[in-house]
């Protein structure tokens, strides 16, 4: 699978927007674009994936950038509950084994 | 709304000691994952499954085995833990392999082996 690249970490004040980009310069075409979150002690969630399209759901939104090079996971308004680390992974439509593979994503920090 | 659930949450083992990981979902999936993370470290594949009936090494099986007992469940086995075995072990599942199907985790298994 391609490789992305995030940076190690971010803050975000309460009740503001966070834009968390994401690097995949290498995607091919049959590349999904997943977003999961991990919060302290708890298993991965799954945030949001798209393909080519911006993508909305109840968590975020998913921006993607018409060459696919790059995304943004979008948090409309971060509650402290989003304070996690968040990880940008591509998936291949296809792909023989289908597990994610885990970079080390990006470290969120919120502040009341 | 269950989806993954891991069984049991802690577990400490002495070494050479033997357990089995329980993993059950409820969304009818067909694909089931083991995934153990490390402290400071992203998830690594275990072992998985595509389908009922079949299992596959993943990254890193050395020292475990797996059975996909139906369709709902998916047991990890360590059969003489050893203290490297120490981790997290995580259970996902998704609707299959694909690139489009997102994958669901339980909450863990928070294993200590002395």
């Known amino acids: 699978d391609a490789k992305t690249t995030q940076p190690n970490s971010m803050e975000s004040n309460e009740e503001e927007p966070v834009h968390l980009p994401c690097n995949h310069s290498t995607i091919s075409g049959t590349d999904y674009i997943h977003w999961y979150r991990q919060l302290p002690s708890q298993g991965p969630e799954y945030v949001i994936h798209g393909l080519t399209s911006n993508v909305n759901n109840r968590m975020a939104s998913l921006a993607i950038a018409e060459d696919r090079k790059s995304s943004t996971l979008i948090l409309h308004r971060a509650t402290l509950r989003d304070a996690a680390v968040y990880y940008c992974i591509l998936r291949r439509y296809g792909g023989s084994q289908g597990n994610l593979i885990f970079g080390k994503g990006t470290k969120l920090s919120v502040k009341p | 709304n269950a989806g993954v659930t891991q069984t049991p949450k802690f577990q400490v083992l002495k070494t050479g000691q033997s357990m089995t990981l329980q993993c059950a979902q409820d969304?009818?999936?067909?694909?089931m994952y083991w995934y153990r993370q490390d402290p400071g470290m992203g998830l690594r594949l275990i072992y998985y499954s595509a389908s009922e009936g079949t299992t596959d090494k993943g990254e890193v099986p050395n020292g475990y085995n797996v059975s996909r007992l139906n369709k709902r469940e998916f047991s990890l086995r360590l059969e003489s833990a050893a203290p490297s075995q120490t981790s997290v072990y995580f259970c996902a599942s998704s609707g299959n392999r694909g690139g489009n199907q997102p994958q669901h985790f339980g909450d863990g298994t928070r294993l200590s082996i002395l």
């Open positions: 969304m009818n999936h067909n694909s």
